[in-house]
């Protein structure tokens, strides 16, 4: 492939944004670094036509990646980490010290905590007395459907640090927000284990697609 192909495309990616771009261009456009010196449109080509979005490409095993001609071992780790490095990127606008003012705030970092990951996960946000986030843990990760945790796992990341309240989080990869009722059921458990030990349950937020629900604001009762 010509360089100076190369070069175009790069200087319209920086000047103009990957708005413009259709799905295959900016693969391509990602496999240039990735696959040097390799005629990358093809490989792209591939790729979405096979999983049909950039989404469904990272989030595919290595080794069915690997199946298509043109991506090595390499190749194919650099697509799946693409997520988490998106993921890592939108958090860094946060900084080191993270502070909430509102549930608008949790909610938006809560959403980016979530960036590109396909399976449920819970996470815990622990926070001072001043809505500060002291850590931030994944307790537990699960199926594309459902997550399973246990109040003691809570207790077990909340006992003996300077946690105030508490923020839980988990996400429905299918899209949907609202509450399932064992969504709702282990909550309840959950404030009730965190009671035990002095600490409150400020809220419970769940993220679908890019959006997000907060058990407080909707009156799900906990």
Known sequence: MAIGHRERMIHKALTYGLESFQSHEVLELYLFTVIPRVDTNPIAHALIDKYGSIYNICNAPIEELMKIKGIGLRAARQLKLLPA??????????????????????????????????????????????????KQVM????????????????????????????????????????????DIETTDKIKSALNTIGVALLDHIIVGKGSYISFNAHNFKF
Do not use: W
Not at 90 to 111: K, P
Not at 157 to 179: D, E, F, I, K, R
């Open 85 to 134: 490095i998106s993921r890592a990127y939108q958090l860094s606008m946060y900084g080191d010290r993270v502070s909430f003012s509102d549930v608008a705030e949790i909610g938006a970092y809560c959403v980016d905590l979530y960036c590109g990951r396909v399976n449920e996960a819970m996470y815990l946000l622990c926070l001072d007395a001043k809505n500060r986030l002291i």
């Open 139 to 182: 307790v537990a990760e699960g199926t594309p459907s459902e997550v399973y945790v246990e109040p003691r796992q809570i207790i077990e990341h909340v006992t003996y640090s300077a946690t105030h309240t508490v923020v839980l989080c988990h996400n429905h990869p299918g899209g949907s927000l609202m509450p399932s009722q064992n």
